[in-house]
């Protein structure tokens, strides 16, 4: 079955600094990848997602890359805020949505 | 456009009782998921509806039940809750025709459930 691995499982960096989160898949045929951020005692929410087709995305200060040869995607935040800290999720859908463990991110100020 | 609602939003119950979560989506969507979070950890599927009518288990189905009642709503059972499962209950629905394949998720606010 589909499996994700999530790194790192906690990151904390200085506000202003750059953080990026990479997540690993098994099934070669998941063609869409998410990433979800949850704040404490919220729901989580999409932030940005890519689809097989397309290498990179970005949005603002957020940006996802994707390899599917190596099948893994990665999440960057640059010049991260205080309101970054956050839980972060990426998913590999496919016939079972299967989360990532989650990356805690701090931003200290 | 309230999106996706669950009740109740706490709960405590004793070991044995039963109850059921309910969730309803107004966004016309096909799919509807539960998950549970226990503390610190990620997101694990429960159950999850395709479509109307249809039902399949997800990572840790054992000790629940859900009823696909209609397009809108889809509700999650426990008959006889134990400690173990004590968690925040997430509702999710999405516009694929099958699971989160490559379609946005919207999650409800979840449920808050202590089993004492």
């Known amino acids: 079955g589909e499996n994700v691995e999530q790194h790192p499982s906690t990151l904390s960096v200085q506000e202003g600094d750059s953080a990026v989160i990479k997540c690993t898949y098994s099934d070669s045929a998941s063609n869409y990848f998410p990433w979800y951020k949850q704040e404490l005692g919220k729901r989580p929410q999409l932030i940005i997602d890519?689809?097989?087709?397309?290498g990179e995305k970005k949005d603002q200060r957020i940006a996802v890359t994707l390899n599917k040869t190596a099948k893994h995607f990665s999440l960057h935040i640059t010049e991260t805020q205080p309101e970054d800290s956050a839980v972060y999720f990426c998913?590999?859908?496919?016939?079972?949505?299967?989360f990532g463990a989650g990356t805690r991110l701090f931003v200290k100020a | 456009n309230a999106g996706v609602t669950q009740t109740p939003k706490f709960q405590v119950l004793k070991t044995g009782q039963s109850m059921t979560l309910q969730c309803a989506q107004d966004?016309?969507?096909?799919?509807m998921y539960w998950y549970r979070q226990d503390p610190g950890m990620g997101l694990r599927l429960i159950y999850y509806?395709?479509?109307?009518?249809?039902?399949d288990k997800g990572e840790v189905p054992n000790g629940y039940n859900v009823s696909r009642l209609n397009k809108r709503e889809f509700s999650l059972r426990l008959e006889s809750a134990a400690p173990s499962q004590t968690s925040v209950y997430f509702c999710?629905?999405?516009?694929?025709?099958?699971?989160?394949?490559?379609?946005?998720?919207?999650f409800g606010q979840g449920t808050r459930l202590t089993v004492v």
């Open positions: 998913a590999a859908p496919l016939f079972k949505t299967i």
């Open positions: 509806s395709a479509s109307e009518g249809t039902t």
């Open positions: 966004m016309n969507h096909n799919s």
């Open positions: 890519i689809r097989s087709n397309v």
């Open positions: 999710a629905s999405s516009s694929s025709a099958r699971s989160l394949m490559n379609t946005e998720a919207f």
